[in-house]
């Protein structure tokens, strides 16, 4: 039976707000590991090439996963302008562009450059969709978290702050998209979070392939297995099985609580060169860990219940 994203949603409501945490903290390790993907992918495969690829292979394994489970694909033109726009968004222009970007720019200077997606997110949010008002504890988090993400990397990367101006800006740009596809993907909330995956993916595909075919002739390539290999991860993990599952928090904790995961990016990252490197912190940059904790917290917690009988608030003063 196709899956009902209504139940679902009241489902996840109802179990509280571990599961989703545990979901932000997948999505957040997944989109993490797609930046070494990238950087191993571009190596020797161009970048056009590289995100038409991932959106290929993604796409396709989506279709097939939903077939598999009995999920048609919605068919009405509405839907698939609707998935042209997320595509756009949430891949076509922000994936070249990082890749594109991460031939030059430091990895930690592109961190902060990416971290900017919540205040993006807060901003779009006041200013344009205002669909929810920007509460204080919510506004705190997205300042705690950014000046976290500050303290663990180290502001000595800022220094680099404009001397590589155009592929900076790419990154920039890019953040803004993924803000703009959060907020954009409330739009989805009558479908399995599957559903949109997918429908990007094929849109994004369609326009990168061609785009691929004129400008890279990949037929003329020689990629390494360690690009491939990359790819093929960048793909399957960082892509198919964590829009799913971003979809699923867009419906959930909303647009500026699954941008969260531009911030807990960077203390898994370090969490992983304490546990398997044997790295360890400065003073500093365990005060910017405990920043992003309290930040992502303020962020993704639940609204409080309105008592029975409470004045509903004005569509502005939604929490």
């Known amino acids: 039976m196709p899956a009902n994203p209504t139940a679902d949603a009241r489902a996840a409501h109802a179990s509280g707000p571990a599961p989703d945490l545990a979901l932000l903290l997948a999505l957040s390790t997944l989109w993490g590991a797609s930046y070494t993907f990238i950087r191993l992918g571009v190596a020797t495969i161009p970048p056009v090439t590289l995100i038409a690829a991932r959106t290929l292979i993604a796409g396709a394994l989506l279709v097939a996963w939903m077939a598999a489970r009995g999920m048609p694909m919605p068919r009405d033109a509405g839907t698939w302008r609707r998935f042209a726009v997320q595509a756009m968004l949430n891949s076509v ?14 990895a930690g200077l592109a961190t902060i450059l990416n971290a900017a997606s919540p205040v993006m997110a807060v901003l779009g949010t006041w200013l344009v969709t205002r669909h929810e008002r920007i509460a204080a504890r919510k506004l705190f988090g997205v300042i705690a978290g950014l000046a976290g993400i500050c303290m663990i990397v180290g502001t000595s990367v800022l220094g680099g702050l404009g001397q590589q101006l155009l592929p900076q800006l790419a990154i920039v740009a890019a953040t803004a998209c993924y803000a703009g596809a959060a907020i954009y993907g409330r739009s989805f909330r009558d479908l399995a979070p599957a559903a949109p ?17 004129v400008m890279d002739r990949p037929w003329t390539l020689h990629p390494s297995m360690s690009s491939l290999a990359a790819l093929l991860a960048l793909s399957v993990f960082s892509t198919a099985l964590a829009f799913v599952i971003y979809f699923r ?19 898994i990252g370090v969490a992983i060169g304490i546990v398997f490197l044997g790295e360890s912190l400065t003073a500093g940059a365990w005060a910017g860990l405990a920043c992003v904790v309290a930040g992502v917290a303020a962020m993704t917690m ?7 009988g409470a004045k509903p608030a004005t569509p502005t003063g939604r929490a």
């Open 197 to 213: 995956a997918a429908g990007s993916m094929i849109v994004g595909a369609a326009l990168l392939v061609p785009a691929s075919l």
């Open 302 to 308: 639940p609204a409080r219940e309105r008592p029975a």
């Open 93 to 106: 222009v922000p994936f070249t562009l990082i890749a594109w970007a991460e031939q030059s720019v430091p």
């Open 249 to 267: 928090l867009v419906r959930t904790l909303g647009p500026v609580g699954t941008t969260a995961q531009a911030y807990l990016r960077v203390p």
